[in-house]
């Protein structure tokens, strides 16, 4: 009994620390670009239903390239200008035995001109999340 209350609570102080509030938002990405942060959230719920990838079983269900065309779309229809990729990154939202273990989203960071960069979340039903801009000094708004 014991040894299972001390894993719950390990499991308790984990949970944050990946970004899960279970049932709420998850915040999956932030990054600051001239004096701006933004961040990118999802609702767990819309989470649960995105295509899950085993890397050891199956071909990712959207490629590297269809995520740079969705990212490079994305841009181009809010007027970013678009110099070069910076990052490509494949990640997974929780990597534990969770319901998420096998979502992987990604990060694509493009140099939208000679000093600034802009970041894309794209999902694995070749979606792009929307960010949301952190203003300086607010809080950040409690999943409900």
């Keep these: 009994m014991k040894t299972c209350l001390v894993g719950f ?71 970013y200008g678009i110099e070069d990729i910076i990052v490509v990154q494949l990640k997974n939202f929780d990597p534990s035995e969770t319901p998420l273990k096998y979502c992987w989203y990604y990060v694509i960071q493009f140099r939208t001109d000679l000093l600034d960069s802009m970041a894309c979340v794209v999902l694995m039903d070749g979606s792009v999340l929307e960010p949301h801009e952190i203003k300086p000094g607010k809080t950040k708004p409690k999943a409900q």
């Design 9 to 79: 609570a390990c499991l308790f102080l984990l949970l944050p620390a990946t970004g899960l509030v279970l049932g709420g938002d998850v915040t999956i990405y932030t990054c600051n670009t001239r004096g701006s942060s933004f961040e990118w959230l999802a609702a767990e719920s819309e989470l649960l239903k995105l295509p899950r990838w085993n890397p050891q079983r199956e071909d990712v269900p959207v490629s590297p390239r269809a995520a740079v065309a969705a990212a490079r779309k994305w841009l181009a229809e809010r007027k």
